[in-house]
Nanobody, 120 residues
């Protein structure tokens, strides 16, 4: 099994910062891309940012300039630094990772999510 555990969510006021972590564990040969998604109440799950093993990144327009995704391959961990938070960032944030436990075979895994609430 592969487990993804998010941490770092919580309460913040508008303009403040939070740093999310996603730690992968289990039967892992390698991890390709990792990403952060979010889902607001009644909304669809949407991409926030993702990062490849080679550190190329992709951001949603709403995250550009405010959020930074990074990873530590030795720790099988991804991070999302969120600055200048606003109430529209309130959502459950999910980590997703494309994981291989054998060469050239990958499966997506999701974490359980961590709540981020931003007050005005």
């Amino acid at each position: 099994q592969v487990q993804l555990v998010e941490s770092g969510g919580g309460l913040a006021q508008a303009g403040e910062s939070l740093r999310l972590s996603c730690a992968a564990s289990g039967s892992i040969f390698s991890i390709a891309d990792m990403g952060w998604y979010r889902q607001a109440p009644g909304g669809q799950r949407e991409l926030v940012a993702d990062i490849s093993r080679g550190d190329s990144t992709n951001y949603a327009d709403s995250a550009k300039g405010r959020f930074t995704i990074s990873r530590d391959n030795a720790k099988n961990t991804a991070y999302l630094q969120m600055n200048s938070l606003n109430p529209e960032d309130t959502a459950v944030y999910y980590c997703r990772a494309r994981v291989s436990y054998v060469l050239n075979s990958y499966t997506y895994y999701w974490g359980q999510g961590t709540q981020v609430t931003v007050s005005s």
